[in-house]
């Protein structure tokens, strides 16, 4: 299925471009016979004045050898091999020559068999006649069957924006000729009603009535420079009109050059929260990055990458990727490398495969490259996988925050900053409690540091991450659907990657020291209306109960294991503001150290015995908020036998062993 809905040329025109080669090119010939011999004819009259000129009879040698040596030189010099509509300019100067050797043997013939029966006069005026004829009839034919082409065939667009952009826009798309666009629309009432490049501009309200009597199948934003919310505002009146929405690439590509006018693209969900950006604080990017050494852990997945990008721009002396994936890591090691060379930055980069929960080779990391900042956002974050595979989420999640925070402490890096999830507020999953006992252990560890800032900086899902609706949708959009939503009712906080990270590394600047940042999100958002906006600015319509002929189906399939309908970003209600106004810090209390250390080797030795039921109720006791859904989902853990024998925990019953020191303690809980 297509959103656009193309016409084929009329049906004489595909017929003709039907035809075999070999009856094209005798066609062809047959035309040029028809315009020499005319030529040759008129000349006679309008030097004779009369239609019936005198000589007309004894002329018949000279005409045959114009005929003659005028298809012969086109047929040599490949005219008849051309495809008409494909004709370059250059073709001109082949239809010369060969018009100059219709005339040359014309008035030779006359000379040399005809006793000169011709006057000389005759030649020149045959020869202007001939090679408007032959030319005009070649350059004719190319107009009439491209413009049928892109009559019949191209797709008919609206431009909204009649400045710079939508100029060159609609050249690009002219001489293209894949599309035709056939209208403009301008917010500026100044050009309502002028021309641009032959396109008359209309003011915006005319929209719904531009679209129905001009047989509009796509309109094309070329509003590089307007506001998020001003282009929100165009996509609201443009939904309901069932045509296909694209635009233009950002204003700041074009400058820069990675980007034409004319690379129209989709519609992104980011141009639907129409959020207007709060221009960054240059000495907050800059606090903890230029001229130091930087590790970014999960660099190669979407908020780390993107988290690496900015810190690249800050001008960092070293920039080092922790990434667990290969691929992953090979790819942000080049893009990185490639945006190094072309913006003359002077930073070392260090590409370095690793799992973050292993402490020693943090360690080692942390003091070979002398680390200042960490930003770690390594973590497993899709909700019902994290829940099917307990154990390595808790290792992911969790884990590696410890042991990377404890590297951090030990190595005496300055500032560390914890990336976590609205899902951590609440949690009813295993991927949400884990996040929470990872700001917790970031909290903790800020009571025994004399140096390091520890901090956490919460926020919800990012438009286009690996983990967001959005490639999904999208991916079933172009499929022809269904698009498939868990519930009818499930909202979430939407952010796009670039502000989030930007957000991040500013909020880490500010830390004191166990402080959890909270990133104002704006309003939720309904997923199944992200849908369904997603489906009409695609050109498609809503398959449902009011619409049965519609084009895609919403489809619902109940929420997945562990889900919410809602997420939250706060922790109770006792939140202060910071220095920048869309950043919060959150005052939530931590509980002592010692208190976490001992939960953190009770889930230790749970997972090393692969006890899922054990590891989820420390994970409750550690987290008091969570409330699991059901019964523990792993994979693994749902499918053994019920007679597999685990082995005993400790001893004594009731107790468990310290990993740190062997000691034995009574289990604690933060309930205390």
């Not at 001229?291 to 721009?313: D, F, Y």
């Not at 590696?400 to 951590?424: H, M, N, P, R, Y």
């Not at 503001?577 to 010692?594: F, K, L, Q, S, Y």
């Not at 007679?643 to 009731?654: C, Y």
């Amino acid at each position: 299925m297509t959103p656009t809905k193309t016409k084929p040329p009329g049906t004489l025109v595909a017929k003709l471009l039907a035809l075999p080669r070999p009856i094209k090119r005798l066609i062809m010939i047959g035309t040029d016979v028809v315009m020499i011999t005319a030529a040759f004819w008129s000349a006679l009259a309008l030097k004779f004045g009369a239609l019936n000129p005198p000589v007309l009879r004894s002329a018949g040698p000279a005409f045959i050898g114009a005929v003659v040596a005028g298809v012969v030189v086109f047929a040599r010099a490949g005219l008849y091999r051309a495809i008409v509509r494909f004709m370059a300019p250059q073709a001109a100067s082949v239809v010369a020559a060969g018009v100059a050797a219709a005339v040359v043997a014309a008035a030779g013939v006359d000379r040399g068999f005809g006793a000169g029966q011709l006057p000389l006069s005759v030649f020149p005026i045959f020869g202007v006649l001939a090679l408007l004829a032959s030319a005009g009839a070649r350059f004719g034919a190319r107009y009439l069957l491209v413009a049928a082409i892109r009559n019949g065939g191209a797709t008919r667009v609206l431009v909204y924006g009649a400045g710079i952009a939508g100029t060159q826009l609609t050249a690009a798309l002219q001489a293209s000729g894949e599309v035709r666009p056939v209208a403009f629309l301008d917010d500026n009432p100044a050009l309502t009603g002028s021309f641009i490049n032959g396109i008359e501009v209309h003011e915006p309200k005319r929209v719904a009535a531009l679209v129905r009597d001009l047989g509009i199948e796509r309109v094309l934003l070329a509003l590089p420079t307007a506001t998020p919310r001003r282009r929100r505002e165009i996509l609201e009146e443009l939904e309901p009109l069932g045509v296909r929405v694209q635009t233009v690439p950002d204003f700041a590509n074009i400058v820069s050059g990675t980007a034409r006018v004319e690379q129209v693209r989709d519609i992104d969900p980011v141009d639907l929260l129409g959020r207007d950006l709060v221009p960054p604080n240059g000495h907050l990017l800059d606090a903890c990055i230029r001229g130091k050494s930087v590790m970014v852990t999960g660099a190669g997945g979407s908020i780390g990458s993107e988290l690496c990008r900015q810190i690249l721009a800050q001008s960092p002396a070293t920039l080092l990727l922790l990434e667990m994936s290969e691929l992953a890591l090979y790819n942000i090691d080049r893009e990185l490398n490639a945006l190094k060379t072309r913006q003359g930055l002077n930073v070392e980069i260090v590409s370095l495969l690793g799992n973050a929960s292993h402490r020693f080779r943090m360690r080692e990391i942390l003091q070979t490259f002398a680390v200042d900042t960490i930003y770690h956002a390594a973590a497993y974050k899709h909700v019902p996988i994290v829940e099917q595979n307990m154990i390595e989420g808790i290792h992911n999640n969790l884990f590696s925050t410890w042991q990377t925070a404890e590297a951090a402490l030990e190595c005496k890096v300055g500032t560390f900053v914890l990336i976590s999830t609205d899902k951590a507020v609440n949690p009813t999953n295993v991927m949400g409690a884990t996040k929470r006992f990872a700001e917790v252990v970031v909290q903790g560890l800020q009571s025994r540091s004399a140096g390091t800032r520890f901090c956490s900086v919460r926020f919800g899902n990012v438009l286009e991450s690996s983990g967001s609706v959005v490639p999904l949708f999208r991916e079933q959009i172009q499929a022809g659907g269904p698009i498939t939503v868990t519930h009818p009712d499930v909202i979430r906080y939407f952010m796009t990657i670039p502000e989030a990270a930007q957000l991040v590394i500013q909020a880490g600047s500010m830390a004191h020291g166990g402080d959890v940042f909270v990133l104002d999100m704006g309003k939720p958002i309904r997923i199944a209306d992200l849908a369904r906006r997603m489906i009409q600015l695609s050109g498609y319509t809503v398959k449902d109960d009011r619409n049965p002929g519609g084009d895609i189906e919403i489809r619902y399939t109940g929420l997945r294991p562990a889900e919410k309908l809602f997420e939250e970003l706060l922790i109770g209600k006792n939140v202060t503001g910071t220095n920048h106004p869309m950043i919060m810090r959150a005052v939530e209390d931590a509980p002592p150290w010692e208190q976490v250390q001992v939960l953190l080797d009770e889930l230790d030795l749970a997972a090393r015995r692969f006890d899922c039921r054990s590891a989820r109720e420390i994970l409750q006791r550690a987290v008091r908020e969570y409330v699991p859904l059901g019964d523990a989902h792993d994979f693994v853990w749902t499918r053994r036998p019920a007679t597999a024998a685990l082995p005993a925990l400790v001893a004594g019953e009731g107790k468990v062993t310290d990993l740190s020191t062997r000691r034995l303690r009574q289990p604690p809980t933060l309930r205390d």
